[in-house]
């Protein structure tokens, strides 16, 4: 970060602005935004998610005058979250937790005669498995007979991938990353067989509010005054929320099996092996402290609670969407604040999307780790995806990591099964062209071959480090 510029993802809401100086999370609030701040202080509810950690932690803060833009008539400062993360790269019970935490948020504020104004996942971050709402401009006091204008947003982004994945068995990922604004109610109808109408939820947020919108969309009607007219008022929305919340505890997506769900089953190490590769990566990870570091591909986790150990904050990333399930649960019922569990196809990652590619950031641009785990991938990423090795290794050297690297050979049954039905177009996939392709681009300070010697650990420092 810069000592002085502000968050392009905010640029779209007139009210506020983020900026980042000298380290510090900074808000700018317009004349109406400090009115609804100082009514939203006052609250209970307030100050009891925040001291919870489900609200980012908050303060009012002086400007520095001659640095401060004068349309902003007060400033906010939030603790930083350790790293920033948005809803297409979660698994599904991520977006639900996000989503209860929405909705737990709603009522609170509904009891106190407010209403979150938007209900995006975009404004969750997470500190390890706790959700955080970060969004403060988003409370606003409840005018008397206005809806939840944040409803249809809740649904778009929240409900329907939710519905998606555990009604239909879909990734509701793609959707979100090809779509900010979520999935539109005629295309989640149109996802519905008619058995589905009959499953929770399914009548009354999607067809019905289908046919609400179509209808609408052919007339010079306003939705507003009409449900003031006719009588609308806070326990409606309230009745609403809590249908919600029942109707959202409850979705389970159920599969149990995946590409690499079962990997650890079948792991080609011998005991002692693993026990060597934990010991390589342990010595690694407690020769100096870490601030982020990142395991690719990282399975169940078991890499990331070592490096854990001795980092301020873990990614763990892998493309198996249930293996970043399970392992979040995992994280979840152990409280760990840790490790963030996140689904990143490294052949594949999420770029910069949104308007002029500034509104969410590509994974790299949110932060480059000083810690690489790369263990048991190098050998998919080549064969399974296609990358040149030279290629993936310069990535990483890009990156200015250290790293912890395995490289698996062409004798291992992982990799002969890898190639068994495949023509054998990876030359590239050599060890002495590896060995030669990571010198070039790291220090190798430590290497070990486990005892099958199928499987060689390398640890090295981008040379842009040393």
């Known amino acids: 970060m810069t000592d002085s510029h502000f968050e392009p993802g905010s640029f779209r809401d007139r009210t506020s602005r ?5 380290g510090a999370v900074l808000r700018g609030l317009n004349a109406h935004a400090a009115q609804e701040w100082e009514v939203l202080n006052t609250k209970s509810f307030f100050q009891q998610f925040m001291t919870a950690g489900k609200l980012v932690q908050t303060e009012q803060v002086e400007p520095r005058d001659e640095q401060w833009d004068e349309q902003w008539t007060i400033v906010l400062k939030h603790r930083a979250i350790p790293f920033i993360s948005y809803p297409y790269e979660w698994p599904f019970s991520m977006l639900q937790d996000a989503a209860l935490l929405t909705l737990e948020l709603q009522a609170a504020a509904l009891r106190a005669d407010m209403t979150l104004k938007d209900a995006t996942p975009f404004n969750i971050q997470w500190s390890g498995s706790q959700p955080v709402f970060i969004d403060i401009p988003s409370f606003e006091r409840l005018r008397p007979g206005e809806p939840w204008v944040g409803y249809r947003q809740f649904c778009q982004l929240f409900l329907y991938p939710l519905f998606l994945q555990a009604y239909k068995d879909l990734p509701f990922q793609p959707w979100l ?9 005629a295309q989640c109808a149109q996802l519905m067989s008619f058995s589905d109408v009959l499953r929770p939820g399914v009548l009354s947020h999607v067809i019905l509010q289908a046919k609400a919108q179509s209808s609408y969309a052919q007339t010079d009607r306003n939705l507003k005054k009409d449900l003031r007219q006719a009588g609308f008022h806070k326990a409606l929305i309230q009745a609403n929320v809590g249908r919600l919340q029942k109707q959202v505890a409850k979705l389970t997506w159920k599969q149990t ?8 089953d079948a792991l080609p190490y011998t005991d002692s092996e693993q026990a060597q590769k934990v010991d390589f990566v342990r010595r690694v990870t407690h020769s100096r402290h870490w601030p982020l570091v990142w395991d690719l591909g990282c399975n169940t ?13 873990v990614l763990a990333m892998d493309v198996d969407a249930l293996v970043i399930e399970r392992l979040y649960c995992d994280l979840k019922q152990a409280q760990a604040r840790k490790i963030l569990p996140l689904i990143s196809n490294v052949a594949d990652p999420a770029p910069n999307l949104g308007w002029r590619g500034l ?3 590509a994974l790299v641009a949110r932060g480059t780790p000083d810690l690489t785990l790369c263990l048991a991938l190098l050998h998919h990423v080549v064969i399974s995806a296609h990358i040149p090795l030279g290629e993936f290794i310069s990535w990483l050297a890009s990156l200015g990591t250290a790293l912890v690297i395995e490289f698996v050979t062409r004798d291992d049954p992982m990799v002969q099964t890898l190639l068994r039905h495949k023509a054998d177009h990876y030359a590239d996939y050599d060890l002495e062209y590896f060995e030669r392709c990571l010198a070039d681009a790291f220090e190798i ?18 040379k842009r480090q040393v």
């Open 359 to 361: 509104e969410r950031k």
């Open 177 to 185: 990353r090809g779509n900010l604004e979520g999935i539109e109610p």
């Open 301 to 313: 986790g078991a890499f990331s609670r070592i490096a854990a150990e001795n980092a301020d904050y």
């Open 257 to 264: 099996r995946s590409t690499w769900s079962g990997y650890t």
């Open 18 to 22: 983020v900026f980042y100086r000298d």
């Open 445 to 462: 300070d430590q290497q070990e071959t486990l005892e099958a010697g199928t499987r060689r650990l390398y640890y090295g420092r981008s």
